[in-house]
């Protein structure tokens, strides 16, 4: 039996993962530094937490589901004390591609991050269909790293990456510095950014006395069609005046060397920002 410790466990990340960790084989211990944390882990999946030391004892696995911010001295705090072979679980690339995690060649870093249910997909349950963050209802991808440690460790962090995000339709292997491309690159400072722009734009046009309900029921579902060609989730052609628009609207909106973001010091410097 394979014994984990979750440290955060009463933060909202740290909860979803013990919901999903005590549906399965693990033999799971919690840890959480908040009386409010404490409570809501109890009220939530029913456990009561332990000491620190007392949860690394004897594990094989450690789950860090603290903000970025804390991770490394979260880290540093208990690194020291782990048995040799332990694996260390992060859930974002930002703190261990910033190097904000403790030297020691002697134990695993394993980093995992959820791609989220997509938009497009076929779900038949309700709960599915709801369930936009993951890890309820609707199978979601995860893409994992091995930091450091043995190639068979992989296994090992895959298995409690399938677990905590369940249900997982695929997962899916990359470096740490590729899933910092992925996040914040593509996922933050690309998706979310354009989507609020897209949100500002349709105010504009509530503005001109289009109701608010009637500007968003358009670009929702213009989004939806467009996104699955565009994507190639459907097969279909855009108009003329639709490739148009496209070839005029690109340079108005974006700047020439915007993909600079996908540099690897831009990268470096927007996760420093939030670590």
């Known amino acids: 039996m394979t014994n984990v410790a ?53 594990a094989d696995v450690v789950l860090l589901a603290v903000p970025d911010t804390a991770i490394g001295v979260v880290a540093k705090g208990i690194v020291d004390k782990l048995n040799p072979g332990t694996m260390v679980v992060i859930l974002d690339a930002a703190a261990p591609f910033a190097g904000h995690l403790p030297e020691r060649e002697d134990i695993t870093y394993f980093v ?55 249900p997982v339709r695929t997962t899916y292997r990359v470096t740490v510095e590729q899933m910092a491309y992925l996040e914040p690159g593509l996922s933050e400072t690309v998706c979310a950014s354009l989507l609020v722009v897209m949100k500002q734009a349709m105010d504009e046009v509530v503005k001109t006395g289009v109701s608010e309900e009637c500007a968003k029921d358009f670009l929702l579902g213009h989004m939806n069609i467009l996104g699955a060609v565009i994507f190639g989730v ?35 410097e927007s996760i420093k920002r939030i670590t």
């Open 6 to 58: 979750v440290f955060g466990a009463g933060g909202k990340m740290g909860v979803r993962c013990s919901l999903n960790l005590a549906k399965t084989s693990f033999n799971v211990s919690h840890v959480e530094v908040s009386e409010v944390g404490r409570a809501r882990l109890k009220d939530a999946v029913g456990v009561d937490c332990v000491d620190a030391d007392v949860a690394i004892k004897d």
């Open 112 to 166: 995992t991050h959820p791609c989220h249910p997509m938009i497009f997909h076929n779900e038949e349950t309700e709960a599915a269909r709801l369930d936009r963050f993951g890890g309820v209802a609707h199978p979601q991808g995860v893409v994992n790293a091995l930091m450091q440690g043995p190639e068979e460790h992989y296994a090992v962090g895959d298995e409690i990456a399938k677990a905590i995000y369940a």
């Open 234 to 268: 459907q097969e279909g052609q855009f108009s003329d005046a639709c490739n148009k628009a496209i070839e005029f609207g690109i340079p108005a909106l974006m700047k020439d060397d915007w993909k600079s973001v996908f540099e690897r010091d831009e990268i470096m």
